[in-house]
């Protein structure tokens, strides 16, 4: 992976080192005991991914997806504390079913027997299971094989890599949207989920044409999609990454079946479902773990949340719980083993235009953060609060935030929409976006090697002042724990109780002798 | 008296002059292709009364549309007599007059439950209305001294949404509705308003909002009140001391 702008982008603030480690020092300190918690943990979801990563597909004739009758049916007879790999697998070793999918058609119809298996016969289970798995593993490594060999078949793009949304419900109208973006300049698209999703406790199966404000995230429309894409990359010469949301109740199933079919990119956030979508947290910091390894052995950048903060908060007075939940992301990323290289730590242009000194203000924050994290591919998110519905006025602030973008080294950009909020896009509001982004990119696409905010000036100041009011945070969060933090309505100003939300009935204590083949694979980091 | 029967003003009185943008499904390659597009787009400016019309930009977007944007003049006349607006029923009240106001009607807390409903994940618009931060500069109603506010979130089932404004003893219930495909927010609401059943005693105040709504749909959706697109969380606690006054003088009757 390429990152020009972190090279360039380094050392124009006079922050001080000390500070910087001092940060990551008690954000290390806020996220170890989470770490520990998801080690001793696992999720409905989490052994849902397992048998997906092992090859387990299809649904019954409703629609529930035959890993969620397995899981179920294994945690109703003998529960999940050591996993549902071991009784699975022993149940097909004993020979009654020819392979997992029997097996949970079986389950389905209330006709599997499951027990906790010892000695030789765990040890064939195990086995058996470490096997299917590492199948699953193959498949995802080759994919990013694959993805490589796209890249420099056709080309990488050139940074900022310019992001658009499409998001019409139905697989077969977001493909050629998609393409018609592609060839219009998008380097990543993005297949908006339908808004109900994230609350959904299953995976739906299948292409599927109708949603709610977006697509249902399904394992056949990842294929669809990036074959799409694999197509009319080949016809631009320019590899288009394929972005989903790894977010919600089955984060860690979404995340397998992103590593299964090449997508590129995952929004995964740390506390996002938590905040904004009112999952419980213990659940989604379990989830995310799995979810980040998975993402990490698959070659895919996340994309973090922050940006959705300052929508609910004040951007200028909450611009450092910004930087307190990317240095969050970034231990718990990289504790999950993603590089720098696959933190795409968010971030938002959100402040009104009518604060004084507002753009210099976005200059301190997006350099601020720039240089926190000089290697990671940072998603720079548009204004939407204060697109009024004045498109024209709209189209300067879209301007200002590519500007702002281009000046800062950003290198993931959210195109913004001058109809924001008026309704989705339309063809021509997309066109128009990527126009203003396209110029800016190509009159001031260089202006970051001649921006030297002046030390001790308005925008080095304030870039110092966010930095010690993250410093102050993390040392409270540090000391309270982040579960109280997060309870006390640190982020996003929502308050989340660790035991309330959605979700949490789906969490498990592993017992001794928990038997995962897909966290042994990915804890080993064996590639 | 001037300006009763008015037209678009671009820079004299009475020039008529609009300006539009749209994209037609017409390709704008070679130069017939263009000549085409440009034409379509004139005939479509003619139908909708632009006369004369002028196309001052025409745009390829791929290889099946054009974007065009179109100024003209239009003869239409406006009557301002015949224009029928929403007129607001209740007063702009400060936050310290609606503390004052529902200390006195009610002698306790006015109780506010919030969330967006269905599947509708967006909470802009409930937290610009209910949280302390408030939106467009006004605080929201957590601010008020006199309202306490239950703010649900998102995705709320109504089944909950009933149980929590019982349980709270709701004077008025606040449900946003950003998400409009396939007509979402109205169906939502009418599912709403079935919920809790016809206005009456123990029946909380229903009001509604989210940007595409038109507030004059209230009656048919039996809610009580919709907010559209730009309300501030003033106008709301104007409206809830408002409709309480109401009920208390129903109430006396």
Known sequence: MTQPQAAEAGGKLTIDPAVVAQARLLASQAGQPIVEMARSHTTVSV???VLRLAGLSGSDGDGMPLVNHLVDAVRAQVGLEHGVALPAFDAIAAGRHADLAALAAAAAAGQAAFRLPSGADADAARAAASQ????GFARIDANRLVRQEMIARTSEPRKPWMYLIVATGDIYEDIPQAQAAAREGADVVAVIRSTGQSLLDYVPEGATREGFAGTYATQENFRLMRAALDDVSRELGRYVRLT?????????????LAGLERLDMMLNDSMYGIIFRDINPRRTLIDQRFSRQVHARAGIIINTGEDNYLTTADPVDAAHTVIVSQLLNEFFGKEA???DEQLGLGHAFEIGPEVPDQFLLELAHAQLVRELFPRAPLKYM???KHMTGNIFGGYLLDAFFNLAAVMTGQEILLIGMMTEGIHTPFLSDRDLALENAHYVRSAAGRLAESFRPEPGGFIDRRAGQVLAESVDLLRRIAGDGLLNAIADGTFGITRRPADGGRGLDGVIVKADGYFNPAGDILDGGAR | MTGRV????????GDGQVQLSFTLPVPFGTADERARAEGAALQLAGKMGLDPAMVVHAKGIGPDFTFCIVYGRVHHLVDLSQVTVARREFDELSPAEVNLRIRAALGRKLVVVGATIGTDAHTVGIDAILNVKGHAGEKGLEYYREI???NLGSQVEIPRLVATARAEGADAVLVSQVVTQKDAHIKNTSELAAAFGPPGPGRPVLIVGGPRFDPTMAAELGVDKIFGKGTTPRDVASYL?????SAEEHRER
């Open chain 1, 47 to 49: 052994e849902r991914a």
């Open chain 1, 132 to 135: 299917a798995l590492a199948a």
């Open chain 1, 244 to 256: 989903n949301y790894a977010s919600g109740l089955c984060m860690p199933e979404i995340a397998s």
């Open chain 1, 337 to 339: 083993g993603l590089a």
């Open chain 1, 382 to 384: 548009p204004p939407t």
């Open chain 2, 6 to 13: 008015i037209r678009p003003y671009g820079d004299t009185t």
């Open chain 2, 148 to 150: 306490k506010v239950v």
């Open chain 2, 241 to 245: 001391v408002h409709a309480l006054a």
